[in-house]
T-cell receptor, first 113, second 111 residues
Framework: EAAVTQSPRNKVAVTGGKVTLSCNQT?????MYWYRQDTGHGLRLIHY???????EKGDIPDGYKASRPSQENFSLILELATPSQTSVYFC????????????FGPGTRLLVL | QQKVQQSPESLSVPEGGMASLNCTSS?????YFWWYRQHSGEGPKALM?????GDKKEGRFTAHLNKASLHVSLHIRDSQPSDSALYFC???????????FGSGTKLTVEP
């Protein structure tokens, strides 16, 4: 089965601070995705990537940046964290076909104080 | 407005019973549908996909898709306590490699 790992698993940040969430996949999948999960909203797409060097905006990109330095790694960056960004963040990977399944990591729980 | 709506928000069934979850899309471009399951403290995991009208059965799970009404359902027979989880419906349009998720249905199977 596909393996997606995320770090850190838990993070406490201060308002205005910089936060970097990391994701690694060992499946050689082309596509990678960042979502946030909030009660009542399900999973919402923040940024995604088609491969190394590419990033695309999802539905809720404001306040977030993404970086895909390699096939395996995809980072989500909060330059100036705000309390509204307190959430659970999930990374996923997929082969790149529109019929493909996405494989999710275990999530990062972020609290911005 | 969310493009994928799920109902009910929560559902409780007895062990051995049938659970029925519903999902409707508001976007006629959506052609591909998935059901994902998330146990507490874990990431979502794909349960099954359905791309054609009709039924698709995998073990105790049956998905039904009606593209004309943009409605997809998931039926779980002989429900087990281990089926207790958050279930998400997700949809994707053709030629666009992203998924749109509903807000989820919390299923509780009572022993």
């Amino acid at each position: 089965e596909a393996a997606v790992t995320q770090s850190p698993r838990n993070k406490v940040a201060v308002t205005g601070g910089k936060v970097t969430l990391s994701c690694n996949q060992t499946n050689n999948h082309n596509n990678m995705y960042w979502y946030r999960q909030d009660t009542g909203h399900g999973l919402r797409l923040i940024h995604y990537s088609y491969g190394a060097g590419s990033t695309e905006k999802g539905d809720i990109p404001d306040g977030y940046k993404a970086s895909r330095p390699s096939q395996e790694n995809f980072s989500l960056i909060l330059e100036l964290a705000t309390p509204s960004q307190t959430s659970v963040y999930f990374c996923a990977s997929g082969e790149g076909d529109n019929q493909d399944t996405q494989y999710f990591g275990p999530g990062t729980r972020l609290l911005v104080l | 407005q969310q493009k994928v709506q799920q109902s009910p928000e929560s559902l409780s069934v007895p062990e051995g019973g049938m659970a029925s979850l519903n999902c409707t899309s508001s976007d006629r471009n959506f052609q591909y549908f998935w059901w994902y399951r998330q146990h507490s403290g874990e990431g979502p995991k794909a349960l099954m996909s359905i791309f054609s009208d009709g039924d698709k059965k995998e073990g105790r799970f049956t998905a039904h898709l009606n593209k004309a009404s943009l409605h997809v359902s998931l039926h779980i027979r002989d429900s087990q306590p281990s089926d207790s989880a958050l279930y998400f419906c997700a949809a994707s349009p053709p030629n666009y490699n992203v998924l749109y998720f509903g807000s989820g249905t919390k299923l509780t199977v009572e022993p």
